[in-house]
């Protein structure tokens, strides 16, 4: 594979010396550097923001206004995915355009202090127009110093790119960890003493809640704690954001390609264009499902398992320690993953992800939740976060491979369609029976893996033959 500058900036010859190993040395250590403070950056971010996420179908129940928060974050994230991410990018280039878009999640955290339509919508808007640059942005840096990184190590692109992200999402899924970690402390002390038996549960829980009905309101578990513990709860997640915000403007190094685009970028509707010309590829029409189905389902898991599941058995006292399983897991197989994926490939883990998350989806449509087997919904927890560790990794890998040299119109798509998958299911879910949600989330499961199992039968036939013809070459 040829290499260009654009790719690997910093690799001048291909043919390395002895008298350049100290060089190779200190720019795969700056690699390593940049990728590891990204994803602790990006670590503290979503400490923040996802257990936030977390708690808004709970906290912000009132009228829905938590999930309609969400849901204009998402639609927001959609039109931004179509518009802006390549000229972003192009003019901030990616070190700054991750550092602006940190600092406008933070303005998302100070809005709940007083949480009400006012002032939530705008800052909703504001947190989905940096969502998309901020991705894309991330997903560059990434994917071109993991070429870069291949270059200097002579092993193929898409074993390093799988690695990176590995790495990467390892480090950003313990974010599900900390986050809930301190939101369970933070109300735990407000808590009650032990849990609501099922028998006095005055509504069902499980598949069978319904957001609209009235009898919601006579189950203490979904009362909303005190006010000053949520502001105590927020003071600590902006810290995080601003924290994160000065690490990636302080430390992490501007690539060379970034200071040349700078000056080409231009406010026009390329991204738009280049996002919609991306979907004349195939293998991308393929994997809309699949992409979809990965909002879909941290979606679900963030607003209708903690809400009807959890908070409604348990009391919002427990979601944090619930999701911490689901952070540890998710964590634990980002890396592990990774490391696997260089032996057995892809496909195993996605059977994995496929498997893990249907045996789940079926658990959950069959299952009564019982406050007094807490051990259930920590078992389904972990099992969801070891699904959603594939998708997160692999689909993300997946893309890096399948379009290198698109990277900036893939991964927008791959937002893009991501979002619309959170968008649906949090647009839906003050309307619909849990029951009805499961099944939605079966079907885009199933549809998902249909797609990418066509894709990975379309290259594995174009590597066949592109292997017949070099070999008829070489005769």
């Not at 998350?357 to 087997?373: K, V």
């Not at 099944?439 to 292997?467: C, D, K, P, Q």
Request: charged share 10%; aromatic share 14%.
């Amino acid at each position: 594979m040829s290499i260009t500058t654009e790719s690997a900036p910093f690799a001048k010859n291909s043919q390395m010396t002895e008298e350049s190993a100290p060089s190779v040395f200190k720019q795969k250590l700056k690699i390593y550097k940049n990728l590891v403070l990204i994803g602790f950056a990006f670590l503290l971010l979503f400490t923040a923001f996802q257990s936030l996420q977390n708690l808004q179908s709970s906290v912000n129940r009132d009228e829905g206004l938590g999930l309609a928060s969400l849901s204009i974050i998402y639609a927001s994230l959609v039109l931004s995915c179509m518009f802006l991410p390549t000229f972003i990018v192009g003019r901030l280039g990616c070190k700054w355009t991750i550092a602006i878009s940190m600092f406008m999640y933070s303005i998302y955290m100070v809005c709940n202090f007083y949480a009400s339509w006012y002032t939530l919508v705008p800052a909703s808007i504001i947190l989905g127009t940096a969502a998309a640059p901020l991705w894309t942005a991330k997903c560059k840096y990434l994917t071109e110093t993991a070429a870069e990184y291949a270059v200097l190590e002579g092993v193929t692109s898409e074993a390093v790119v799988n690695r990176f992200f590995g790495i990467f999402f390892m480090m950003f899924q313990t974010s599900q960890i900390w986050g809930n970690l301190i939101s369970s402390a933070v109300f735990q002390t407000a808590a009650p003493n032990g849990t609501v038996s099922e028998d006095g549960i005055a509504n069902p829980c499980g598949a069978e809640y319904c957001p609209q009905s009235s009898s919601n309101y006579t189950n203490t578990n979904l009362e909303r704690p005190h006010q000053s513990r949520i502001w105590l709860l927020l003071g600590i997640y902006y810290g995080c954001a601003i924290a994160a915000v000065v690490l990636v403007s302080i430390f992490v190094d501007q690539r060379i390609t970034d200071l040349v685009r700078s000056v080409r970028a231009k406010p026009d509707l390329s991204e738009f264009m280049a996002t919609m010309k991306h979907l004349v590829h195939l293998d991308q029409v393929l994997l809309i499902p699949l992409t979809m189905y990965s909002g879909i389902e941290q979606a679900f898991i963030a607003g209708d398992f903690t809400l009807a599941f959890v908070t409604c058995s348990l009391g919002v006292h427990m979601v944090g320690y619930v999701m911490i399983t689901f952070g540890v897991t998710d964590a634990s197989f980002s890396l592990i993953g990774a490391c696997l994926v260089q032996y057995v490939g892809r496909v195993p883990l996605f059977l994995l992800g496929f498997v893990s998350h249907l045996a789940m989806i079926i658990t959950l449509l069959l299952w009564r939740p019982d406050p007094d087997n807490a051990y259930v919904f920590f078992l389904i927890s972990a099992c969801w976060g070891l699904g959603d560790a594939v998708w997160q990794t692999q689909i993300n890998a997946l893309y890096g491979v399948l379009f290198q040299d698109s990277t900036a119109a893939a991964f927008s798509n791959y937002r893009l369609w991501e979002s619309i998958g959170f968008l649906a299911t949090f647009a839906y879910s003050n309307f619909l029976c849990v029951r009805v949600k499961l099944w939605v989330v079966l079907a885009f499961l199933l549809a998902g893996m249909i797609g990418y199992t066509v894709v990975e039968l379309r290259h594995r036939s174009w590597n066949s033959r592109s292997r017949y013809d070099l070999e008829q070459c070489q005769k």
